[in-house]
């Protein structure tokens, strides 16, 4: 494992240059994923020296035979990742590519330095100290040929089982609708502890709005007051839907209808000289205070401290100015981000203003979401065409390989029925992990699949299979675990996803496909 990661470390480097908030977990993930080549191959290795066989021949065995099913399994779940490329989001595309290149390479390590070592671990003599060492494990052979382990995995009434299953997964189907749709919500790349993000959220709490508006780009001083009249003019009205409840802009500073109120100032100090109703030390207060009044020059645009100004003119262009549109409402998730974006391009065209452009960084998070709802179906589509592809090529038999994608997609529905009970939903990040989770449940049919065709009994195969099975899932757990522990809540949410996933799968895996594969020779028997 650790020759294979540095592989991939050096094949990353010259094929990408780096790595992103994801792909930098890489090695625990791949850790993970990778050891269950090993779990397997050295598994049926141990078997076949119980069995008396030589180094030799026990190898040919586990690396010939074994060694075809991890094949299989490999290049099923490499083509799974290589569908991730085909997104048009960068995060998938380089999540693909390193998890392509790293189940590869810990594939090609295993196949070459792990007989070697077991060669050479053959001719050493181990040392007092370690000969406790397996003390600390369980004895799985104990457990595998006890009348409990029966009794919970050996399939009895296979046909009923097989109900049961279709039953619970039709059920999970009804979650599909609400689990299908991708969540956003604000921070979820960010770790909340962050002194920043502290210091934001108090800012937010004390100017009782957010201070990060957005900005509405004007070409021209003539459409930037336009914009800021026509937006003030459907606060005042009190228009509804309006998903913004302040304006500002450089026009904002400009005293309105200037000339007019001198005119009307004009008028009515003319009509206060002609009076004599009033008292003469009132009456020239009065009028002192009108002709300071049109003695002023009219306030224009250049007037305005440049203090002011340079918040709403473009340093570097000219006649480009800001007008600044603060949310009604908060657009802390996705859905409230959807619905202020509508909001305001819907504003936009019912006010002709469509050479207004809009800057908004939550705009960046909704379009991210729409695009991935866009391409979920398709990369799906996708990724289960790979599958399908790969999967036909290595069982040759289209019983068997539907059988398999029954049941993954049985763990698929059971895994939206699980996320749906348990409150998580799928959002930008985690979602790239389900072709990790389907890939991590073939790896184990076609493992499981590929012993049932070696004539051997069932009770041998869930003795000699089911704790391998369970200790690779477990490795793969474990790898995924790590995202458990980090403070982002989007980098939290792939670990809960995979962790349930490839829970699942491995127990439907262990408990479904058993009774599928005695239906199934039951079914060819008759």
């Not at 306030?299 to 340079?310: Q, T």
């Not at 509508?342 to 452009?357: C, I, R, S």
Request: net charge positive.
């Amino acid at each position: 494992m650790t020759v294979s990661l540095i592989w991939t470390g050096g094949l990353v480097y010259f094929f990408l240059g780096h790595l992103n908030m994801m792909t930098g977990f890489g090695a625990a993930i791949l850790g993970g994923l990778g050891s269950d080549y090993g779990i397997y191959l050295l598994t049926r290795y141990y078997h076949e020296r119980s069995l008396g066989h030589g180094v030799k021949a026990a190898c040919e065995q586990a690396f010939g035979s074994t060694g075809k099913a991890t094949y299989g399994s490999m290049l099923t779940m490499v083509a799974g990742l290589v569908a991730l490329v085909f997104s048009k989001f960068g995060v998938f595309v380089e999540f693909g590519i390193v998890g392509a290149l790293g189940l590869v390479t810990t594939y090609v390590g295993m196949m070459l330095i792990v007989p070697a070592l077991l060669t050479i671990s053959e001719k050493w003599k181990y040392p007092v100290s370690w000969k406790g060492f397996g003390k600390i494990f369980p004895n799985t052979d104990a457990w595998t040929t006890s009348a409990t382990f029966q009794k919970i995995f050996y399939p009895r009434k296979a046909f009923l089982g097989v109900i049961l299953i279709f039953i619970i997964c039709a059920i999970s189907v009804f979650t599909l609708p609400v689990q299908s749709k991708i969540f956003f919500e604000e921070g979820q790349m960010e770790s909340p502890d962050l002194p920043g993000n502290k210091l934001g959220r108090r800012v937010n709490q004390v100017m009782k709005h957010t201070v990060d508006p957005t900005v509405l780009i004007a070409h021209g001083a003539d459409e930037e007051e336009k914009i800021v009249t026509l937006l003030d003019e459907r606060l005042k009205n009190n228009a509804s839907n309006l998903v913004y409840d302040r304006v500002l802009g450089l026009s904002s500073f400009i005293p309105q209808e200037q000339i007019q109120k001198k005119k009307l100032l004009a008028r009515i100090l003319n009509k206060l000289t002609q009076t004599t109703l009033i008292l003469k030390s009132e009456k020239d207060y009065l009028s002192e205070t009108l002709k300071d009044s049109l003695a002023a020059p009219v306030v224009l645009r250049k007037d305005i401290p440049y203090e002011v100004r340079r918040l709403f003119e473009a340093i570097h262009q000219k006649d480009i100015y800001a007008v600044f549109l603060f949310p009604a409402f908060s657009r802390a998730d996705s859905e409230s981000m959807k619905r202020y974006q509508d909001g305001v391009y819907a504003l936009k065209k019912e006010l002709g203003l469509l050479d207004m452009e809009v800057a908004d960084g939550t705009f960046i998070a909704s379009d991210t979401v729409r695009l991935i709802e866009r391409e979920a179906p398709r990369g799906m589509f996708l990724i289960l065409t790979f599958f399908t592809i790969v999967l036909f090529v290595m069982v040759k038999s289209w019983t068997r390989g539907l059988m398999i994608l029954s049941n993954l997609l049985g763990s698929l529905f059971l895994l939206s029925g699980l996320l749906w009970l348990a409150g998580i939903r799928l959002n930008i990040m985690n979602i790239a992990v389900i072709p990790v989770v389907l890939g991590g449940g073939i790896d184990i049919y076609i493992h499981f699949s590929h012993r049932f065709d070696e004539r051997i009994p069932m009770r041998e195969i869930l003795k000699g299979e089911v704790p391998a099975m369970f200790i690779s899932s477990l490795t793969s757990m474990v790898g995924f675990g790590g995202f458990l522990l980090v403070s982002s809540s989007g980098l939290r949410s792939i670990g809960w996803v995979s962790v349930l996933g490839l829970g699942l799968v491995t127990l439907m895996a262990v408990f479904g496909f058993p009774r599928f594969l005695l239906l199934g020779a039951r079914w060819k028997n008759k």
